[in-house]
């Protein structure tokens, strides 16, 4: 078969790799017929989460039911599923309660408590390193798919693939930062970054009835779209302190009601941001994180979405103290809400595939990610097909 293969920082190519197999009775084998390129993606193709060996790329992906291992039982060959990118055993402690980002049994040789930068992490995720899982992902023209008693969504026949595509990570990670916020209606929400994850967690704070909704982001191109979208307002990010002053100017100087970080630890960063991290041997930058924090009113909650892999210095837990700060942070919980998500989408209450500004074909994939990595030809979210090739 034809799949996005990463072999380097930098170097994604479309090759020929083996078929996959059923593996475990509870597996099955899909058809890809949509995926996308993620924003986590990009941390692998620049080198920011460490990977030595090829991997198949992609963990938003959906499809056709191919084959079925002996226990799957609720599935059919030929139905239309969409996968979780978390993977997930379903039975065990976290599992079972709502944690299956932290599923104790699908990442045997890599899990543990501690949550450490290169040992003890959480559960499998589909084609992110193999400190996650090593499961090869679905930019491929087949995949295959663990634990399908508990994980893959059947698709009604009147959905598009696009519709309901981005219900694998993007539409569930950025519902949950607003989720998180525990909003009742009538806040006011601050989204630091307009890209795929950006604009999920703008369209979630209109389903939970936020009353003002602004957007941040350092490209025109973005805020526009968002914003034609959605009706947001937006800042463009000149600075922090000037970003902040913004959001307080509208908030009456309180602050944001809730501010999401969907940026995570490579925001756009100029020489002292870069001499800063060399310095205190950090990756990236926590300069959005901090952003958000101050951004947020007393009392209120940042929600992290975009990802933070290693520890920081000079980390304002003071600040964090003084102004009684709810921080929640980490992966999506998207089995538990995947099903409520799809409805809203049937229902007519969210529109998912409006994002979209490039369609490739597999073959099509380098360009995919250098164009996204750099922002380029206005680009906000890629989906490839794995049959053009």
Same mark, same amino acid.
């Given at each position: ?8 920082? +930098? ?16 597996? #099955?084998? *899909?058809?890809?017929? &949509? /995926?996308?390129? =993620? ?6 193709? &620049? ?41 997930? =055993? ?16 699908? $990442? ?20 992110? /390193? ?8 679905? @930019? ?9 008693? %508990? ?24 519902? /949950? ?26 369209? &979630?704070?209109?389903?939970? $009835? !936020? ?8 490209? @025109? ?10 009706? =947001? ?6 600075? !922090? ?16 009601? *809730? =501010? ?17 991290? #060399? ?35 000079? %980390?304002?837990? +003071? ?5 009684? #700060? ?28 409006? #994002? ?11 360009? +995919?990610?250098?164009? %996204? ?17």
């Amino acid at each position: 078969m034809k799949a996005a293969v990463f072999h380097a920082p +930098g170097k994604i190519t479309c090759d020929t790799v083996d078929d996959p197999v059923i593996q475990d009775s509870n597996d #099955i084998i *899909l058809k890809v017929t &949509s /995926t996308a390129i =993620c924003g986590s993606d990009l941390h692998m193709y &620049s080198g920011g989460l460490p990977q030595v060996r090829p991997m198949v790329m992609g963990h938003e992906f959906m499809g056709i039911v191919e084959e079925l291992g002996k226990g799957i039982t609720h599935l059919n060959i030929g139905d239309r599923v969409v996968v979780p990118f978390p993977v997930a =055993c379903g039975g065990c402690f976290f599992c079972q309660h709502d944690l299956p980002g932290a599923c104790e049994n699908s $990442n045997p040789e890599h899990y543990g408590p501690e949550g450490g930068i290169l040992t003890e992490k959480g559960g499998g995720l589909f084609g992110y /390193t193999d400190l996650y899982g090593g499961y090869d992902g679905g @930019q491929a023209q087949y995949v295959r798919v663990p634990y399908a008693h %508990f994980g893959p969504r059947k698709v009604a026949d009147n959905l598009t693939d696009e519709q309901v595509l981005f219900l694998t990570d993007i539409f569930p990670t950025g519902y /949950t930062g607003v989720m998180w916020g525990e909003l009742k209606g009538g806040e006011t929400v601050a989204v630091f970054g307009a890209g795929p994850v950006g604009s999920m967690s703008v369209k &979630s704070a209109i389903l939970h $009835n !936020a009353k003002k909704v602004i957007v941040i982001d350092t490209l @025109q191109y973005r805020l526009d779209q968002i914003k034609r979208l959605t009706g =947001c307002e937006t800042i463009l990010w000149e600075n !922090a302190q000037n970003t902040i002053e913004q959001i307080r100017d509208m908030t009456d100087g309180r602050g944001a009601d *809730l =501010c999401i970080d969907a940026v995570g630890f490579e925001p756009e960063r100029d020489l002292l941001d870069r001499a800063k991290a #060399i310095l205190n041997f950090e990756k990236g930058s926590i300069k959005v994180l901090e952003a958000c924090m101050s951004a947020v009113r007393r009392g209120g909650t940042v929600s992290i979405l975009g990802v933070y892999p290693v520890n920081y210095d000079n %980390f304002k837990l +003071g600040q964090i103290f003084d102004k009684g #700060i709810i921080l929640k942070a980490g992966q999506a919980p998207v089995h538990p809400i995947i099903d409520k998500l799809m409805k809203h989408v049937e229902h007519g209450e969210v529109k998912l595939d409006d #994002i979209i500004t490039h369609r490739l074909g597999l073959d099509e994939v380098a360009k +995919g990610y250098e164009i %996204f990595d750099k922002k380029e030809d206005g680009c906000v979210k890629v989906v490839l097909d794995p049959w053009k090739v």
